[in-house]
C-alpha cells in the first residue's frame, strides 16, 4: 500500500510536468530588450527619386461613350454645357386591339419620358426646365455624337417641364409629356428612330444626374397610348439602341450618353491632367532602380505632385483622384487601352488624393504597398511600373486638376520619397 | 511494462516545445543544456562521466545500470531582470533521447541530445525615425530549434577495470528564425517580415575511458574532437567553423556505504564556433565543474531508490556585448523505481543563476528523466 502510494505521483510526474510547463508559456519580452536583444536593430533610410517617373500622359476620353455612370445634364452659363442622349431605336408600330387582329399604330397620346434626376453639388436652380429635343437621324455618324448639336432647336422640341426648387429635394422621377402629334410622325414612318435630346435650361447654373439605362429600376422609360381604346394598354419602351451596325456590339453601348457641348479645357503644357469634360486619366511610368526593388523592404513610399491651380468652375470645391495599379502588360502598347487594365480601386493604393481644382502646391499619396507589388527579381519585371490617376467622378463631373509633370523645373515636377530597409540581417548572431 | 508504454503514449500526444525569450542563457546560438542525464543534473553534473544517460563518455554504454531505452524532459522556468525590469519566461525542453543495447562487452548506442538549444521569442515596442517622423513600433523576433548532438556509439569492456568507448557525432538540425516589424495602420507606412532557417552540419568523434583503480574509486574521462561544422542559411552557405572539441573526468568515490561522492571537471572550447557567428556574437571557452552526493534509499519494488544533491559552477558559451555569462546552481533530485525495477524515474530540480552585462537571471530546472530496461 505504502509503495503504492509513493509510486502514484511519481508516475505522474512525467505528463504533470509537461502540462505546467505548456500552461506557463510566457512571451513578454519588453523588459530585457534591447539589452539582452542584440542584433535585433533595423536600418532604415530615406532617399528621394526624382525625377520619380519616366512617361507622364494624359489620356482621354474617360469613360469611353455610353459606359458613364449617370449622365450629367449641366448648364453653367458659358462654361459648362452637358446633355444626355437616349435612344429608342425600336418603337411598337403595331397593336392588337382586344379581341381584334394586330393593326398599324395610327393614334398616339399620352406620351411622356420618365427619368430620374440627382441632385449634384450644384445648388438646384429656384426655377429650371428640363427639355426634351428629338435628335434623331440615323444617317449621321453615330461616333461624332457632336454633330447632334443642331438638333437642340425649338423646332425639334418634344416636350419640356417645369421643375421648381421647392418641389425637388434631393432626387426623383420626372416625368416629361411629349408632342404625341410629333411621336405619332415617327411611329408611322418606317426605319425612323426617336433619340432624344435632354437639355437643363435656366437662368441660374444648375447641373443634374439623369440615371442611366444601366439601372434598370430607374432608368428611362418612353410610354405612349396607341388606342383611345382604355382597354388598350399603353405601350412602354425602354432605350434601345440599333447603331452603328458595325464594329459589332458597339450599338448597345450607345444606348444613353452624354454629351458635351461646351466644357472648359483644363489643359497646360507641361502639365498632367486628371478629370474634366471629356474625362481625363494619367498615366505614370516608373522606372524604380534595380537595388530597390530587387534587395530592399519598402516601409513607406510617398508619391509627391505639385500641384498647378485651374481657375474657373467651382475651383473650391472638393475632386477625390484614385490611384490604380495598371495591369496590362509590355506588349500593350496602346496607352489608352492600358489605361482601362486596372486592378480595382483600392487594390495596392489605399490612400486618395483629395484636392480642389483651384488648390496649388505640394499633395502627397501613399504607394507603398504599389512599390512592394513593383519588386523585381534580378530586375525581371512582368508588368511595366504604372499607375493611372483618375477622377473618383469621372465622367460625371466637370472637376479637374492639373499637376505639374515630367517636363516641369526639378522642384515641381513628381518625386518619391521612400523610406526602406536595406536588408535585414538577423538570423546569424 | 503496461506503465511506461501508458507514458509513453501519453507523452506523444502532448505539445511540442514551448518558447521562450530572449535571456542571458539564450544569447549567440543558444543555451547549452549539458548533455546530462537527470541524474546527473542532480548531482551537479558530477557524474556525467560514469552516467549512461549522460551522453557524454562513450564507455558509460557498458555499465550494467543503463537502460535501454531513456528519455528527459527539462523545463526551465526562467526570470531575467534587467535595469529594475523583470521578465518571466518558460521553455520546454526535451535534451535527451538514447537507446542502447549490448552483448556480452561490447554495448552500442545511438542517441539525440541537445547540444544548444536556441529558442526564444520576444515582442516589444519602440519607436522608430520613418521619413522625419518618429512613429511608434512594434518589433517581433523569435527563434525556434536547436543544433543536436546525434551520437552513434560503442563500449567495450576489456576487463573487469577498464571499458574503452569510441562515438561518432553528427551534429545536425535548424533554427527557425522570424523578425519583422510593424506599424500602426493608420501611420501608413508598412511593416518588414523576415523568416530564415538556418540549418547546421557537423562531425566529430569522442573516445571515452572508464577506469576502477580500486573497489570505491571509478573514473571516467572522456574528449570529443571537433570536426567541420556548417550553418547554412536557407540554400547559402552562412558561415563554417569548427564543432568544439571537449574533455571532462569524473572521480567517483564509493567508500562510504550506500553513498556516492562524485566530481567533475569538463573544459568545452566553444569558442572554435566563433566563425560562425558575426563578428558581434561574443564566444568563450568554457569549463564547468561540478560535486555531487549520492545516497541509497529504501528499496521499491526490490529495486533501491537515490537521493541526491550537488552543486555546479559552469561558464556559459555566448556573451552579451563581450561579457562572459557565467552559472552557478544548486540541485537536488531522487530515483524511483518503477515497474519491479525495470524502469525507474530520475526527477531532479536545479536552482540556477547567471549575471552578466549588468542583468541577472535566476531559473529554475525541473528535469525527469525515464529509464526503461525492458
Known sequence: ?429 | MRRPLRLLALVAILPGALRAQGALSVQGYGYPTGQLGSASVALGGATGEIDPSSALNPAALSIPSRFSVYMQVQPEYRRTAVGGQADRSTTMRFPSFIVTGGNRRLTAGLSATTLLDRTWSNVYSDSQLVGGTLLPSVLTASSNGAITDARAAIAYWLNARVQVGLGLHALTGENRLSFGRSFDASTGVGGVQQLTTINYSGRAVSLGLIYLPTKVLAVGASARLGGGMEARQDALDLASATVPDRVGVTFAYTGIPNTTIAARFDHTGWSSMRDLGTAQMSVFDANDVGIGLEVVGPRIAGAPSYARLGLRDRGLPFGVNGDKVGERSISGGIAIPVARGRGQFDISLQRAARSAAGAKEKALFLSIGLGIRP
Open chain 1, 1 to 429: 500500500m505504502i509503495r503504492r502510494l509513493l509510486r502514484a505521483p511519481v508516475l505522474l510526474a512525467f505528463p504533470v510536468a509537461l502540462l505546467v510547463g505548456a500552461c506557463t508559456e510566457r512571451l513578454d519580452t519588453a523588459s530585457s530588450c534591447p539589452v539582452l536583444c542584440p542584433g535585433q536593430t533595423l536600418d532604415i533610410l530615406d532617399t528621394i527619386l526624382d525625377p520619380a517617373v519616366v512617361l507622364d500622359t494624359t489620356l482621354q476620353t474617360f469613360p469611353l461613350l455610353g459606359f458613364e455612370s449617370g449622365l450629367l445634364v449641366a448648364t453653367r452659363g458659358d462654361t459648362l454645357d452637358t446633355r444626355a442622349i437616349i435612344r429608342f431605336d425600336t418603337l411598337a408600330r403595331v397593336f392588337s386591339p382586344p379581341s381584334d387582329t394586330a393593326r398599324p399604330v395610327s393614334y398616339i397620346d399620352s406620351a411622356t419620358l420618365s427619368v430620374r434626376l440627382a441632385k449634384t453639388g450644384i445648388k438646384v436652380p429656384q426655377t429650371f426646365y428640363l427639355d426634351a429635343f428629338d435628335v434623331g437621324d440615323t444617317t449621321l455618324v453615330d461616333s461624332l455624337p457632336t454633330t447632334l448639336l443642331p438638333f437642340f432647336t425649338a423646332g425639334r422640341l418634344l416636350g419640356s417641364l417645369r421643375i421648381d426648387s421647392a418641389s425637388y429635394i434631393d432626387s426623383g422621377t420626372v416625368r416629361i409629356v411629349l408632342d404625341s402629334a410629333k411621336l405619332r410622325q415617327i411611329v408611322s414612318t418606317p426605319g425612323a428612330v426617336l433619340r432624344i435630346g435632354l437639355q437643363l435650361r435656366s437662368t441660374e447654373s444648375g447641373a443634374f444626374l439623369v440615371t442611366s439605362s444601366d439601372d434598370a429600376t430607374n432608368g428611362p422609360l418612353l410610354r405612349y397610348r396607341v388606342s383611345a381604346d382604355t382597354l388598350v394598354a399603353a405601350v412602354t419602351a425602354r432605350p434601345l439602341s440599333l447603331f452603328p451596325r458595325l464594329p459589332l456590339n458597339v450599338n448597345g453601348d450607345l444606348v444613353d450618353y452624354l454629351l458635351v457641348a461646351d466644357a472648359p479645357d483644363i489643359r497646360k503644357a507641361g502639365r498632367f491632367s486628371v478629370g474634366g469634360f471629356p474625362g481625363r486619366r494619367t498615366y505614370l511610368r516608373f522606372n524604380l532602380p534595380r537595388w530597390m526593388t530587387d534587395s530592399t523592404a519598402v516601409l513607406r513610399a510617398q508619391l509627391e505632385f505639385v500641384q498647378d491651380p485651374v481657375r474657373g468652375l467651382d475651383e473650391r470645391d472638393s475632386l477625390t483622384i484614385r490611384a490604380q495599379v495598371v495591369l496590362a502588360g509590355n506588349a500593350t502598347t496602346d496607352l489608352n487601352r492600358a489605361a482601362r487594365l486596372l486592378a480595382p480601386a483600392g487594390f495596392f493604393v489605399g490612400d486618395l488624393l483629395r484636392v480642389a481644382p483651384g488648390d496649388s502646391g505640394v499633395v502627397k499619396l501613399e504607394i507603398n504597398s504599389l512599390v512592394r507589388l513593383w519588386r523585381t527579381n534580378s530586375g525581371a519585371q512582368n508588368i511595366p511600373s504604372a499607375l493611372i490617376l483618375r477622377s473618383e467622378l469621372e465622367g460625371s463631373s466637370a472637376f479637374g486638376a492639373n499637376f505639374f509633370g515630367l517636363s516641369a523645373a526639378p522642384g515641381l515636377r513628381p518625386r518619391l520619397r521612400v523610406s526602406y530597409v536595406p536588408n535585414i540581417r538577423f538570423g546569424q548572431p
